[in-house]
């Protein structure tokens, strides 16, 4: 299991972009790299996932640089709403089911 | 699509007592995980079940139990409750288990389980 690296929080304001940056050293040829976003008292919710380059979707964006060590969530204009835990994964299936670290708590602010 | 849903929401138990939590994935999926989370341990993986078999389990004492049924919904047990397991139980669903990396989990809103 690759071990991620994230910063414990960040602070924003409404209409900026943020980006969280996870470090993964270790990772493998097979891993994939994938983001869930968490609210109080909810599971998470699945954001996006990725192998390599950039991966983009109606929430956010992806980016891998080559070496594939570190990954980059981009989150475009960001609302009071996207207040959330955000936790990078990396590895195949049945091995991100046994940790997803201490993720990122991003606070957005009016 | 129906999400995967959760019963109770809420429960109230006390020490010494046994608890019973209910899971219903998504229609067609056919895994399903069970995960602890507290403010001081984060999200923990307890374990995973695929056709009604155990596939993988975490690092959590033989208290904490569960099975899935034919048409793959889900229950956990936790017998003689201690406080500490006062925590959210959250449910994910996938579609496959364990072989494919793009894989998606999930998840339910969680049962928030309070023992005093």
């Known amino acids: 299991l690759a071990k991620t690296t994230q910063p414990v929080s960040m602070d924003s304001y409404e209409g900026q972009e943020v980006n969280i940056t996870c470090s993964h050293n270790?990772?493998?040829?097979?891993?994939?790299i994938t983001w869930y976003q968490q609210f109080p008292s909810q599971g998470p919710r699945f954001i996006i996932q990725?192998?390599?380059t950039k991966v983009t979707n109606e929430v956010a964006s992806l980016f891998i640089p080559a070496d594939r060590k570190s990954s980059t969530l981009s989150l475009p204009r960001v609302s009071l709403s996207d207040t959330a835990v955000y936790y990078c994964?990396?590895?195949?299936?049945?091995?991100?089911?046994?940790?997803f670290g201490a993720g990122t708590t991003v606070t957005v602010r009016a | 699509k129906a999400g995967v849903t959760q019963t109770p929401r809420y429960l109230i138990k006390t020490r010494g007592q046994q608890v019973t939590l209910s899971c219903s994935p998504i229609?067609?999926?056919?895994?399903v995980s069970w995960y602890q989370q507290t403010p001081g341990q984060g999200l923990q993986f307890l374990f995973e079940?695929?056709?009604?078999?155990?596939?993988n389990k975490g690092n959590f004492p033989g208290r904490f139990s569960g099975r899935q049924f034919s048409n793959s919904r889900s229950e956990m047990n936790v017998s003689t409750l201690e406080l500490g397991d006062s925590a959210l139980y959250l449910c994910?669903?996938?579609?496959?288990?364990?072989?494919?990396?793009?894989?998606?989990?999930?998840f339910g809103p969680g049962t928030r389980l309070t023992v005093l």
């Open positions: 994910a669903s996938s579609l496959l288990a364990g072989s494919t990396s793009t894989d998606t989990q999930y």
């Open positions: 270790n990772i493998a040829t097979n891993d994939y």
């Open positions: 990725g192998y390599k």
């Open positions: 994964l990396v590895g195949r299936s049945n091995d991100y089911k046994l940790s």
């Open positions: 229609s067609g999926h056919r895994s």
């Open positions: 079940y695929f056709s009604e078999t155990q596939r």
